[in-house]
């Protein structure tokens, strides 16, 4: 029967992404009905449904609904595509319940792992990396949680050799961050005796590539070709740092990825922070992997709330390379609180509404600049970064001595002024902690969420040479490099935005401070692990130290972050995430000092040796 005669034809769009029902005049309502089975439909005329695939096939038991079931038409390559899908999610169930108690009869083992790979793999493989290409292969699709520095580009680049070998995908579609392009052509190169023919995708697919790279703002507009590229041939697709789809089809970057997955006979995803915000981050991860089963997979896991229930029924489905068993020495982040100073103080209660009698008048202006989350972290730190400069990032100007406050001055007049009266409490700890480091011989990395902060800092932390790596930085290679090679240069200043992923200093740095955090659990993650990773000595001591101001968002930061870690070490076993979730506190190391304190460290910082003048002001 034709599919134009059919009482209800079912096919793909013109995309090959989505999938679309259609129905004869009659069976109008009977459409109606069977839409209403999936939420996310959505209605293109009276006898027309469009989904996406991911929703289709998570809804697809509805279809035996269909009262004239007898003259319901596929298309061919849909059918065979919900086919492999089923089949995929038999196999996921098989592994759920067999939950590793006893082998099962298809499970790959470590052993066979080379001569699984072919003869053109060269790389060596370390012994858990063979034990999660064993898992990988054994379950056709995949998720690797584990920590960064353990080789999980490696890993996959592995398992789709073994895929290549036995002809289930011939070549591979890599979606990444732009920062971890180098990792990909280099492992492609270094793995095999005959290098991958990798191409990064520019306005079209290289129809002759291998590894065929993408980042993830390009997938939007390009999925038709994508689409096309991933049917010409079989294929694997792998999500790098897969975290970056966490928002499902509600995201930009989620519903393309769920729209390519089911095209891709074998898909991968890779990321080392898999739920930064909790269960639903998981439910999309695991929906590209398993589309229309991975969500309900989760949410059974997770529903009675328990964690440790949760964590071993759902680990039959990912395989996780731990630090400890990266041997890496350990190490224990310390929170450290400071307080504000008066003036900093009375203007972060006026931001949050609770008004002095001299704010009062400045009420309007302080309402104005207290709207924002990004706002309140901004006062937290210094509220003089929420007063614009001459320049969008012109550095902020302390005064040395700071000029006495008069009670006749308006609140937002002073905070005009704030660094000619008050120096930040962060930043006074930041310098303090700095100068001990580099006395040492100690480079360390600072971390700021935001721009002006980092110029800020810059300026105070001239005496160190330091380097600034942040968005609108052209040259980010040159200052990385100097940060590493120049022995004058002992702070790297950069936000988790910018540098968070994709880059290695755990060669020249053992120090880091955060000056501020923010909601991003998963962020956080990455960004410790700059400096703490695979290849460090054994003998190495890092120290991380983390700055909040107390009675200020910073408390509301730290407990959010330490219930999504709690959780996220919970789900994924791992003792080392659930530590961070509960920080130990350390004294200031700059809560002693007085006001004069400051201005002889600043102008000690500042000044040239022999040239040092009592009142220079910051440049």
Known sequence: MPLSQASLAIAFDVTRTKAV???LPQHMNDLTQLAAHFPHSTRRGPLVVEMELDGFLAGIDALATWPAHESVQWEDELVQLVQGVLDDAEIAERHLLNNGSSPAADEVQPGEILSLLGSGWVADLTPFQMRDVARLLTLRHGANFSVPGAGKTRVALAVFSAMRKQNLARRALVVSPKSAYESWHFESAFCFDEPLRSHVMDKAPEPGAELLIVNYERLGRSLGSLA??????????????AHRMKLGAKGTYGSACLSLGPLAPRRLILTGTPAPNGARDLESLLSFVWPGHGRRVVNDAVRGGDLAYASAALRPLFVRTTKSELGLPPYEPKIRYVSLPPLHREIYDALRSRYSARAIASRDQLDTLGRTVLRLLMAAITPALLIEGTSRYEPLAYQVPPLQVSEQDSLYNLLQNLTSYEVAPKYQETLAIVEKNASLGRKTLVWSTFVRSLTSLQALLSPYKPALVHGGVPDREEEIRRFREDPDCMVLLSNP?????????????????YVDRDFMAGRFLQSLDRIHRLGLPSDAETRVTILATRETIDETVAERLEAKLQFMGQILDDPDVQQLADLDEEPSVASGMDMNDVQALLSHLTTPPRQLKEGLSMP
Do not use: F, K, N, Y
């Open 228 to 241: 096309s590229w991933l049917r010409a041939a079989p294929s694997m697709m792998i999500l790098d740092e």
């Open 21 to 23: 029902l259609r129905v």
């Open 497 to 513: 935005a910018t540098l968070g992923e994709g880059i290695s200093l755990h060669q020249v740095c053992h120090d880091a401070v």
